[in-house]
Structures are given as C-alpha cells and as structure tokens.
C-alpha cells in the first residue's frame, strides 16, 4: 500500500477530489485530509484526518518503549545484582519491572508525541497555514493507477508533493516529489 500526498488549494477542490475518488472506488478510510479548517471538512462532509496522522504520538511511543525498556533491564539486572528485597524475590518480580518501565516509556513518549506535529506532515506546515488542504489517499497498487489517472485529469490543480511506500509507517522518512 501506497500513501499519496496531494495538496488542494480550495475545500471545494477538495470535497470534488473526494467525490471523484469515491467514484473510482476509495472509500472515505483511505482518504484523509489535513487541514486547519476542521469545521470545513465536517460541513462538506470530508473525511478528515486523525490524531494518529497529525501527532507524532505513535512515533514518539514507539521511542519512549524502547527507552522504558532499556531503563527496564538495567534495573531489573540491579534488582538482581543488589537483592535489596532479600535473596528469595520471585523471578516474576524483574519482569514485572521490565513491564512497568517500558509501559512508563510508552505513556511519557505519547505524551511528548501528543504535544509534536507528526514530522512527516511538518514539511507541509507552511501550505497548511497558507489554508490549503493536505490529502493522504492510501492507495493500493491495483487502484495507484485509477487514482493517478482521475488526479490528473480532473484535478490538475491539485499538486503530488509527496509518496509514501508504507502503509503510514511514522519511523520511515517520506519521499518528497520534487519539481
């Protein structure tokens, strides 16, 4: 699965897009838009992006594990060297802790996520201030040449800025189309 990164300068470009693919077969799950106006895309019916794309919430997740998990095995391997409970612990203990610091991880990395613009959308931050609308279109490769085509023709306004290989993958760097 592919994730086509088109800017429109209007809602009502937009909203036209969205029908014209609803047409050739993408359902409003794989179209998503970005836009500072919200209210616009509820009032025309657009489907519009969520916390998931917007935030770097599950990157920074993702991070915030791995460094729980580390801090995790470090104490969990004092708690062993140090036995500072006493010789008999239970070996369930040290996997308890390895669980609660990575969980810790998880928490305070979305949470750093939830305050961050998701870095893949940060290259589009200035087009979206300017008021125009970012649209994903998850695609996959039997439909990439049907959404290209009807992009092309009815929408020339529309501009490819970028390409995603993956399915929304936060941890892969996007590949911006240049001009």
């Known amino acids: 699965m592919k994730t086509n990164y088109y800017l429109s300068p209007t809602l009502k470009s937009t909203q ?59 104490a969990a391997g004092a708690l062993m060297y140090f036995k500072p409970f006493g010789p008999n612990m239970p070996e369930y203990v040290y996997l308890i802790v390895l669980a609660l610091f990575t969980l810790f991880g998880i928490w305070e990395g979305g949470l750093a996520g939830v305050a961050c613009e998701n870095r893949k959308l940060a290259k589009f931050h200035d087009d979206l201030e300017e008021g125009k609308y970012l649209i994903l279109i998850y695609v996959w490769k039997k439909q990439e040449q049907a959404v290209k085509e009807v992009m092309a023709k009815k929408h020339p306004e529309a501009e490819l800025v970028a390409t995603d290989i993956q399915y929304f993958n936060p941890f892969c760097p996007l590949k911006r189309i240049e001009n």
Do not use: C, M, P
């Not at 998503?32 to 009032?43: C, I, M």
């Open 16 to 74: 036209q897009i969205s029908n014209d693919l609803h047409e050739v077969g993408i359902n409003d799950w794989f179209i998503h838009v970005v836009s500072k106006d919200e209210s616009g895309l509820n009032k025309e019916h657009v489907h519009s992006s969520n916390y998931l794309e917007t935030l770097d919430v599950v990157r920074d997740g993702g991070i915030g594990a791995l460094i729980g998990f580390i801090i995790g095995v470090f």
